[in-house]
């Protein structure tokens, strides 16, 4: 798991790895252990079903909004403002898909889709099952509770008769979203450089040198000055001199 995707897991997630490798192995019928990771090791499928079963998806719509503040407050009116013909944002590690279509709800309630410029969001995770959920936009009433009422009605519909009690993302929002599978530890198959990339409490599951490592990637990746998103407990280390620290957790790269 280490080696693959660069996410670690600690002595003490050891009783929710038993639990949920103990999942697994009554739904494939295996005797032990060594049996079922025989079973990973020779089938392709059962692989992306064992690292779906230790990833962790938890997530919400506008989870730390002072990064969506800044997005609608900073960024879409110098991009504006510069009349740029390209926007390119990148939400990696988006599990069920509350940050991208919070991302895309932000640009829609401030005029960025259905314009001249092209916008496009990239939105990858390591884990399948949940980019199903994600690419559905299809949420339940509680969850989008957390959405402000003005990025509401420009992003969502409220369903009706038995679908009364669930939104779902306008297909305004779908259409500008790419959910792909996306192992960070792997091959990006970006064209473009990226004007903003979210990636927010993804590293905290990856040791210290891999986190470094990534941040250089996301640098590399980043179009001179443009925005990296991370999370709360989650820092730049040494490529602190490559970012102008904006506070909050988000970094400019220096042109």
């Not at 740029?84 to 889709?113: F, N």
């Not at 599978?181 to 004007?195: S, V, Y």
Request: aromatic letters at 10%.
């Amino acid at each position: 798991m280490l080696n693959e995707t660069g996410i670690s897991l600690a002595d003490k997630k050891k009783s929710m790895v038993y639990s949920r490798l103990a999942r697994c192995l009554r739904r494939t019928g295996v005797a032990n252990f060594d049996d079922y990771f025989a079973l990973v090791e020779k089938s392709a499928d059962e692989r992306v079903a064992f690292i779906n079963a230790l990833t962790t998806n938890k997530t919400q719509f506008f989870r730390e909004r002072h990064h969506f503040d800044f997005l609608a407050h900073q960024l879409i009116p110098l991009w504006q403002q510069r009349k740029q013909k390209r926007v390119r944002i990148w939400s990696a590690g988006c599990s069920t898909g509350e940050e991208p279509y919070t991302i895309a709800s932000v640009l829609a309630g401030h005029g960025m889709i259905g314009g001249q410029m092209d916008v496009h969001l990239l939105a990858t995770d390591l884990d399948t099952q949940v980019l199903n959920t994600a690419s559905n936009g299809t949420y339940s009433l509680e969850v989008v509770n957390t959405i402000p009422p003005e990025y509401l009605k420009p992003g969502f519909l409220k369903g009706k008769g038995i679908k009364q009690d669930l939104f779902k993302a306008k297909r305004a929002l779908r259409d500008i979203i790419s959910f792909k599978q996306l192992n960070l530890k792997g091959e990006w198959p970006h064209k473009h450089a990226m004007d903003a990339i979210f990636c927010r409490n993804v590293m905290i599951y990856f040791e210290r040198e891999t986190q470094q490592w990534l941040i250089e990637r996301f640098w590399r990746q980043l179009a001179p000055g443009g925005i990296l998103f991370i999370g709360h407990s989650e820092g730049i280390g040494k490529m602190a001199d490559k970012f102008d620290n904006l506070g909050h957790t988000m970094y400019r790269k220096r042109e």
